[in-house]
Nanobody, 126 residues
Framework: EVQLVESGGGLVQTGGSLRLSCAAT????????IGWFRQAPGKEREGLSA????????YYTDAAKGRFTISIDNAKNTVFLQMNSLKPEDTAVYFC???????????????????WGRGTQVTVSS
């Protein structure tokens, strides 16, 4: 059973930075893709970025390009999302997800992900 726990959210001013962490347990010998998503009130869950656990390839959606960076630790058990130049419109609950459906590609589409954390709140003040 894959379990994911997000941490690192909080309150930050416009222009500030946060580093989110996704701690994972239960990975088997299969390859996995780990993604970051966010959901603002009244909005659909939005994919931000993804990383291939074995290869390290990354993908960024338009919402994340240029400001957010995804990475994975040496043990390949924790995935990070470094968020810089934050804006009020970045306010949302941020989730990490994982999937073993590696043939789907790296584009983080929520419906393709099998496992989810419970999220961490990010609030960016004006």
């Amino acid at each position: 059973e894959v379990q994911l726990v997000e941490s690192g959210g909080g309150l930050v001013q416009t222009g500030g930075s946060l580093r989110l962490s996704c701690a994972a347990t239960g990975f088997t010998g299969d390859d996995y893709t780990i993604g970051w998503f966010r959901q603002a009130p009244g909005k659909e869950r939005e994919g931000l970025s993804a990383i291939s656990r074995n290869v390290g390839s990354t993908y960024y959606t338009d919402a994340a390009k240029g400001r957010f960076t995804i990475s994975i630790d040496n043990a390949k058990n924790t995935v990070f999302l470094q968020m810089n130049s934050l804006k009020p419109e970045d306010t949302a609950v941020y989730f990490c997800g994982a999937t073993a459906l590696i043939r789907l590609g790296l584009n983080p589409i929520p419906g393709y992900y099998e496992y989810w954390g419970r999220g961490t709140q990010v609030t960016v003040s004006s």
